[in-house]
């Protein structure tokens, strides 16, 4: 940001609560992937199975009774590690603590001593939040996204 610059404000506060997402959420949790992720949103497939996968964690913001946030993690044991494979919060309830949220409820979710997860190189917002969770950067999928963007590997150690 210039000096010139005016800063941006954060949104104000909306009341929401976490609850976890079930196979009921499918088409609100399909229509949320597309809203922040476009192209690179999940099918329709992933989707239902990320929601039926026995041990993935599946957990929805809600404000106003409609799903506004989404974050799932999938256990991967043999790994002793997790991966968060998608979080969400819909453009128009960004900024108001939903994202840090889901982050916190997903990672507590889960025992394993190592959490990973992939953000696309220019969503800087969701890095710095990432950051501010203790994720480093330790790898780079070259192209991983629409338009040959790459995703940056973070992950999280945590102690035992």
Same mark, same amino acid.
């Given at each position: 940001?210039?000096?010139?610059?005016?800063?941006?404000?954060? /949104?104000?506060?909306?009341?929401?609560?976490?609850?976890?997402?079930?196979? +009921?959420?499918?088409?609100?949790?399909? *229509? #949320?992937?597309?809203?922040?992720? %476009?192209?690179?949103?999940?099918?329709?497939?992933?989707?239902?199975?990320?929601? #039926?996968?026995? %041990? @993935?964690? +599946?957990?929805?913001? =809600?404000?106003?009774?409609?799903?506004?946030? #989404? *974050? =799932?993690?999938?256990?991967?044991?043999?790994? !002793?590690? &997790?991966? =968060?494979?998608?979080?969400?919060?819909?453009?128009? !309830?960004?900024?108001?603590?939903?994202?840090? &949220?889901?982050?916190?409820?997903?990672?507590?979710?889960?025992?394993?001593?190592?959490?990973? #997860?992939?953000? +696309?190189?220019? @969503?800087?917002? /969701?890095? *710095?939040?990432?950051?501010?969770?203790?994720?480093? +950067?330790? @790898?780079?999928?070259?192209?991983?996204?629409?338009?040959?963007?790459?995703?940056?590997?973070?992950?999280? !150690?945590?102690?035992?």
């Amino acid at each position: 940001m210039t000096p010139s610059s005016p800063a941006i404000p954060a /949104a104000s506060p909306v009341p929401f609560t976490i609850t976890p997402a079930t196979l +009921r959420d499918l088409f609100a949790a399909r *229509a #949320l992937e597309r809203a922040c992720f %476009g192209p690179d949103a999940w099918g329709y497939f992933e989707m239902f199975a990320s929601l #039926l996968f026995p %041990g @993935n964690t +599946r957990l929805k913001a =809600i404000t106003d009774e409609e799903m506004v946030g #989404l *974050a =799932i993690g999938e256990e991967r044991r043999h790994e !002793h590690s &997790a991966w =968060i494979a998608t979080i969400a919060v819909h453009p128009s !309830h960004q900024r108001r603590g939903i994202g840090r &949220a889901l982050l916190s409820a997903c990672e507590a979710a889960t025992r394993q001593p190592i959490i990973k #997860l992939s953000v +696309r190189a220019s @969503n800087q917002p /969701a890095i *710095a939040l990432y950051k501010q969770f203790g994720y480093q +950067r330790v @790898n780079v999928w070259s192209g991983y996204y629409s338009g040959g963007e790459d995703g940056i590997v973070m992950e999280k !150690h945590r102690a035992q």
